[in-house]
C-alpha cells in the first residue's frame, strides 16, 4: 500500500495503517504482531492516500474464503447507514444530524451494541501521529457542516459474540449541494 502511495507521488499518512485479520479485525485500531490468514477469514483494513499531508482515508473489512453468515447482513446495514450519513453531509447539517442518520439506521437493524458511538471525522491536511481532524460525527454535536470540508464517514460494526467485524468507510469533499464521494467507488463487499 505503501509502495502505490509513493509511486502516485504521496506522502506517509498521519498515522499507521490499521490491518487486523482474525478476532484482531474487530479492533479496528493498530496492534502490533503478525499472524497468517485462515483459509476462512476477515480482515480490516484503513488506510489513507496522502499528498502534502492531506489525507483520503478508505476502511474496508475484506472476506477471506467463506463470509461468517453475519458478514452479508451487517454489509447491507453498513451500505444503508453510510447511505443516510452521505444524505445528510451537506452545507448547514450538523455532525449531530450526520451521526443521528448512522444510529438510526443502525439502531432500527438491532445493531446499536455493535456499532460505534462516532461514525466519522473531519480529514486535513494532518501530521502524526493521527490524520483524524476535528469535528467528530457523535450524537448531538452541534458543529454545522460547510462547503469545501473534507470528511471521512466510517460505519463499524463489531460482533463480539459472533467474532465478526464489518467496516465500511470512505472520505467525501462536501460541495453546494451534497457531499462528493472521494474515494472507493466500489462499495461491495470484498471476498477473496
Not at 65 to 88: F, I, N, S, W
Not at 149 to 163: A, N
Request: include cysteine.
Amino acid at each position: 500500500m505503501h509502495g502505490a502511495i509513493f509511486s502516485a507521488g504521496g506522502d506517509y499518512p498521519g498515522n499507521e495503517f490499521i490491518i487486523g485479520s482474525g478476532d484482531d479485525a474487530l479492533l479496528c485500531r493498530y496492534k502490533s504482531g503478525r499472524r497468517k490468514l485462515s483459509r476462512d477469514d476477515q480482515i480490516t483494513l484503513e488506510f489513507a492516500g496522502v499528498s502534502r499531508h492531506y489525507h483520503a482515508a478508505i476502511m474496508r473489512t475484506h472476506v477471506v474464503g467463506r463470509p461468517k453468515p453475519l458478514h452479508a447482513p451487517y454489509h447491507a446495514a453498513a451500505l444503508e447507514a453510510l447511505a443516510a450519513c452521505e444524505a445528510e453531509l451537506k452545507p448547514g447539517r450538523s455532525a449531530g444530524d450526520v451521526f443521528a442518520a448512522h444510529a438510526r439506521v443502525l439502531d432500527a437493524r438491532r445493531l446499536s451494541r455493535h456499532r460505534l458511538n462516532a461514525c466519522g471525522y473531519s480529514l486535513g491536511a494532518k501530521f502524526t501521529p493521527s490524520w483524524m481532524d476535528a469535528p467528530m460525527f457523535y450524537e448531538r454535536n452541534d458543529f454545522v457542516v460547510a462547503r469545501d470540508q473534507v470528511y471521512f464517514l466510517h460505519m463499524i460494526l463489531m460482533d463480539s459474540e459472533s467474532r465478526t467485524a464489518l467496516c465500511l468507510g470512505r472520505t467525501y469533499l462536501v460541495g453546494v449541494h451534497h457531499a462528493e464521494p472521494l474515494n472507493a467507488p466500489d462499495l461491495d463487499l470484498v471476498r477473496k
